[in-house]
Structures are given as C-alpha cells and as structure tokens.
C-alpha cells in the first residue's frame, strides 16, 4: 500500500536475507544430499537469529526425531539410507542409544553439507559453522557484526541509548491528536514490533480511525486549572522527545493519547519506540498523569477528577500492569459502584474474572449473591418503554412491540430490566438495544 510505511531498516533487511539464504542452503541439503523428501518428514528451515552477526538451527533434532519415529513404524531402508551413511562415518558413534548423540553426529554431517553449500553460494564470503550443546548448530555470519554496533552516522529519525553519550535530555510536548509522518511511523514500528501486527493492516485510515478521529470537542481549559493543564479538552497527544544538549534536531521516542473531559483525565493508549524500552516511558507517562491530576484537583474545594486508564481484563497479562498504580477503583457492572482494587478484587476476579467484584459491606455481600435482582421486579414499567430496539433492520419502541417479542423471545424482558438497572435509565433510553 502506499502509505505503509519502510518498517524494516537498512540493517534489518540484510539479516532478512542472509536468513533467507540459510535457510535455502537447509533446505538443499536435506533435499539433494540426504535424499530425505520433504513429503515424508515434517521438516521447514529454522535457523534463528541469535546475536553478534550469529545465527541458529535445531535441524538435526527434527531428523533425529523423524528417523526414531520412522524406525519404530518399520521404515524402508533406503527412505533414510543417505542419512545413515553419514551417520556411520562418524567416528565419535559411541551411544547410538543416547538422544543427544544421534543428534550430534546428524549436525555434524549437516555442517559438512552446509560447509560445501556455502562455499559455492557465497564465494568470496567466508561463514564459520560449529556444532553446539547436544546438536545446535550456529552460524556465524561475519559480514553482519557491524550492524550490531551503534551506527556512526544515525539518522534524524534513529534512537541511540547509551552510556558513552550521557548529555541526552527527554522533553514533552503536548498537541491535539493529529496525523504527520513522523507520529505515524513510531506507531507502526510499535504495532509491528511490540504487538506483531502486520504491516498490511497499518495504514493512514487505520491510524486516523484509531487514535486520532474522536467524537470529542476541543474546548479552552477551566479557568481554574491555571498552569496544570493549559493546552484545552478533548483529544490530544502528550509527546516525548529525545535530544542531545546543543543539538536542535530531535527524536520522537513516545507518545500518550489522552481524552480530557472537565471531571476526566482518560489516559487512552501509550506509543513508544521499540529501542527506547529502557527508559520505561509509559511507566513515566502514567507517573507525570497522576500528578498532573492531583494538581487540577489542588484547586478545587471538592475534587472530582478522576484518572482512568481503560479497561481492565484480568486474563490479559498485558494488562496486569494497572494493578501496580494505587490506590485504585474498579467498576463493578454488578453493584453498579466502584470498588477498591485491592486483595479482595483480585480473589473475586480470579475466582470468576467475569462475576461480580468483592466488597465488604453487608448490602453489597446480598448484592453478590444476588446480582442485578434487587430492584428489577419493581421497576418502573416506563423505563422499559423509553427503550428503542433494532429488530428486523427496523428501529422500533419496545412498549409498541413487546407482545410480539413476548411469543419469539420470552426472556427479553428480563433482559431488558438487567440491561436497564446497569446502564441507567438515561442511558437505557438514549441507545439501542439491538435484538437478534
């Protein structure tokens, strides 16, 4: 697509293809030299990259696997007759019995294939391999050493973090959430890296549609926030710049998408880039957020502001990180009430993540026990009756077609009474309940 952006370096795409060539010089040598066909053994290349210009297979574990497998069901002698001659040629073949060993000799007689193959196929390019543990083998790949090294010669955009270069200095800066090249592309490297998106599903509209087009209104700020926060409500994007002292180019390395409603300091989503995990910038941001918060709610008699930071899904690890901000509340669609976030929620989620949060008094204990049902049987019929429905691709009241819906879904009323009692009357008769 055209607005996807280069995510692979110069640097990345050179380990891409030596990859690619190793694999290919595998894959050769089990095909042609050890005649084994791929049809019949479960076998796909593997090297790995490692590190220092290094990379690494497990091949010779797969075929010991395939041949003990193919022993046991009475396997044709010549299906695995090339392999086992270079089995037999080995001079170490003590323990034929030991897993360890018969995976050994098979990586040695893959590095003397491997050898021979890389030799034609490079030429003038000398690559070391060497047998490892019980039967790795690891490739060295010379001409790729230096890109490990921090570049000379960075490019505006690069982050380089080190302790030889101390006089590197964070600044922030705050904007209403917009699109530009440059908060684009630290979006799309963090969705490949961290999250493994694929690139083809990161595009301009995505990101607009993500983070940027938002149903809220830019406002001026309340005269009483001051300094605390100037810059205004509704969406905006709180920035993190990286830059050397004296030095008037920067880098972007983070940014934090924020909602701010007059009683709301929603912290939405963190960006940060891949080679800055180090500095904990989204540690950081959450940090400088909650202060700002208790700053806004300094100046006022009787505080509302609240700091949120989304949802909370307990058998989502990457989640478990908003347990370490406290103290915190979490809301409870059961008592319709926020809870503390402490030892006894942790239980009630762990027990059932989807059930109803622990609580100490003794109206919510009967309210644990008996959910949602406190006040459904005497509520008010007309709260029901200001519920709109989508039924049939129509928009309709419920009060205009309950005795139908009463014969072809019976328990929509109850349904309707719980969808009631925990989005409140207002809400309940401003959206729609979708019937299927």
Request: hydrophobic share 35%; glycine share 4%; charged share 25%.
């Amino acid at each position: 697509m055209k607005d996807t952006p280069e995510i692979l370096s110069e640097a990345q795409k050179r380990w891409k293809e030596a990859e690619d060539d190793l694999n290919e010089i595998l894959l050769g040598t089990v095909i042609e030299d050890l005649k084994i066909s791929t049809q019949k053994v479960k076998f796909s290349p593997c090297c790995k990259r490692k590190e220092r210009g290094q990379f690494s297979t497990n091949a010779a574990f797969i075929l010991a696997s395939w041949i003990r497998k193919e022993k046991s069901m009475c396997l044709e002698e010549k299906d695995c007759k090339a392999l086992m001659s270079h089995r037999s040629r080995s001079k170490k073949n003590k323990s034929r019995g030991s897993w360890n060993s018969e995976s050994r000799f098979i990586a040695e007689s893959l590095v003397a294939s491997l050898r021979r193959r890389a030799k034609a196929k490079f030429r003038s390019k000398q690559l070391s391999f060497q047998v490892a543990g019980a039967g790795y083998i690891n490739v060295e790949v010379p001409w790729l050493k230096p890109l490990e090294q921090a570049p000379t010669k960075a490019k505006k955009n690069s982050v380089v973090l080190n302790n030889k270069n101390p006089k590197l200095r964070l600044s922030t800066s705050v904007d209403k959430a917009h699109f530009s090249p440059e908060i684009f592309e630290l979006y799309a490297k963090y969705q490949v890296c961290i999250h493994k998106d694929p690139v083809e599903r990161i595009t301009h509209q995505e990101f607009k549609a993500f983070l940027v087009d938002t149903p809220l209104v830019s406002t001026p700020s309340p005269f009483i926030w001051n300094s605390a926060w100037p810059h205004g409500c509704g969406s905006s994007f709180r920035m993190y710049h990286l830059e050397k002292e004296g030095d008037s180019n920067r880098t972007l390395v983070g940014f934090a998408v924020l909602d701010i409603l007059p009683d709301c300091f929603y912290s939405s989503y963190f960006v940060w880039h891949p080679e800055a995990r180090k500095l904990s910038l989204g540690v950081l941001s959450a940090l400088e957020e909650i202060d700002i918060v208790q700053e806004l709610a300094n100046g006022e008699e009787n505080p509302e502001h609240m700091y949120y930071i989304g949802y909370y899904v307990h058998s989502n690890k990457q989640m478990r990180y908003k347990r370490q901000y406290q103290p915190a509340e979490l809301y409870c669609p059961y008592l319709n009430k926020w809870v503390s976030f402490d030892e006894s929620t942790m239980k009630a989620l762990e027990r059932n993540p989807h059930g109803p949060l622990s609580s100490t008094s003794s109206n919510d204990e009967k309210a644990l026990k008996e959910p949602l049902q406190g006040g459904m049987e005497n509520m008010d019929e007309s709260v029901l009756s200001t519920i709109t429905l989508l039924w049939k691709h129509t928009i309709v009241w419920y009060k205009d077609v309950c005795d139908e819906l009463e014969v072809s879904h019976p328990n929509l009323r109850s349904e309707l009474r719980m969808y009631s009692q925990m989005v409140g009357p207002e809400l309940a008769s401003r959206m729609m309940y979708v019937v299927t």
